[in-house]
């Protein structure tokens, strides 16, 4: 293969070196100048022609092995491994906790980024550590990161950043970056980047706000919230349901889960965050033979379609939006911060 009628690099260009090696072979790929399993050449031989550093086409291949489009075969040396998608938006999607509303967040977005995207989406499950490998692993190697920030302390308790994680978001070019959910990393960012946002102590008091005129039938307010919890809950949520009880003078609880067995009282109205919770409430308000939406209400945060079937009431982010927000603005490549509707939808369980 004769690399200079090929491969370009421009001194001159602020591009960093490994990043034109990359772009490069991109291109010729596009253009069918390589096709699959077409044999590249070594790092070696790739310096001493263009008289580059050995690290910087590692650099470079190392890349392209991680977007899978070559691949190294022992003693052999480097392949075209992928033609299809390369010229594709890639991208890479970060979330806590793969619950169904994050997973329809993601499908959504799938579906509104179109069919010119390849995204990858990878679970880091609130772990600080494996958020970091993560971003250390493949730096450099998408167009896009979409993040959704949520992590957890030694004592299972929400924040939204750390400040090791703060200086790793920092490295992410500022027109790659994507922050969707909770607006607390972002604050302590500058530059113009995409945010898609939830207010989460005002979106609660607000959407409950709504339905005041229903709640107020209601003896006492129990918000189900656990404090320790492997996939935690943002605290705003908390403040925000505080916020709402006392400004309105409503009597309220805070318990960490629905209890096996637990005792049900008429005019209790119980709002709960975990599914697990949902459904456990639901069992007990049925076999205790209570009257759904008058003798106990059920309010659940986050909307599904499973919720819509069964006619329970909900406080929800609208994760369409949230998601065709973010491929919108990442496909007319513009900035800024977006606050996503939250609303209360009635059903029969208030």
Do not use: W
């Not at 169904?100 to 069919?115: A, C, D, M, V």
């Not at 400040?163 to 530059?191: S, Y």
């Not at 006619?311 to 982010?317: A, E, L, P, Y």
């Amino acid at each position: 293969m004769n690399l200079r009628e090929f491969i370009k690099i421009d001194e001159n260009s602020r591009i960093p070196k490994y990043q034109q090696i990359i772009d490069s072979i991109i291109l010729n790929i596009s253009a069918g100048n390589f096709t699959m399993d077409q044999k590249i050449p070594s790092i070696n031989m790739f310096s001493e022609e263009f008289y580059l550093s050995r690290d910087t086409v590692e650099k470079a291949y190392s890349i392209l092995k991680e977007r899978k489009i070559i691949t190294s075969i022992r003693g052999k040396g480097f392949y075209i491994s992928r033609t299809k998608l390369i010229s594709k938006l890639n991208i890479l999607f970060l979330v806590n906790k793969l619950s169904s509303y994050k997973l329809r967040t993601y499908n959504n977005f799938i579906q509104s980024i179109g069919p010119n995207s390849h995204t990858d989406l990878h679970i880091y499950h609130c772990e600080e550590n494996l958020f970091l490998n993560l971003l250390d692993k493949y730096k450099s190697s998408y167009d896009y990161y979409i993040i959704m920030p949520h992590f957890k302390t030694e004592e299972r308790k929400h924040i939204s950043s750390t400040p090791k994680i703060i200086n790793a978001v920092k490295k992410i070019p500022r027109n790659k970056l994507v922050i969707l959910d909770n607006e607390k990393l972002g604050q302590l960012l500058d530059g113009d980047f995409i945010e898609i946002l939830q207010d989460f102590e005002n979106d609660i008091y607000n959407s409950l706000k709504e339905g005041l005129s229903k709640i107020k039938k209601y003896k006492k307010l129990v918000l189900i919230y656990k404090r320790q919890t492997v996939y935690p809950y943002p605290q705003r949520i908390l403040k925000g349901f505080r916020k709402f009880c006392i400004e309105f003078d409503l009597d309220f609880e805070i318990l960490d889960e629905i209890y096996n067995d637990m005792v049900l009282k008429k005019g209790d109205l119980f709002i709960t965050i975990d599914e697990s919770d949902l459904v456990n409430l639901v069992k007990q308000v049925r076999e205790d033979e209570f009257i759904l939406g008058e003798e106990i209400g059920i309010i659940s945060y986050n909307d599904t379609p499973l919720k819509d079937l069964l006619g329970i009431t909900v406080i929800s982010t609208d994760f369409e939006v949230m998601s065709q927000t973010a491929a919108n603005m990442i496909l007319n490549k513009k900035t800024g911060k977006v606050k996503v509707p939250f609303n209360l939808i009635e059903r029969d369980s208030l």
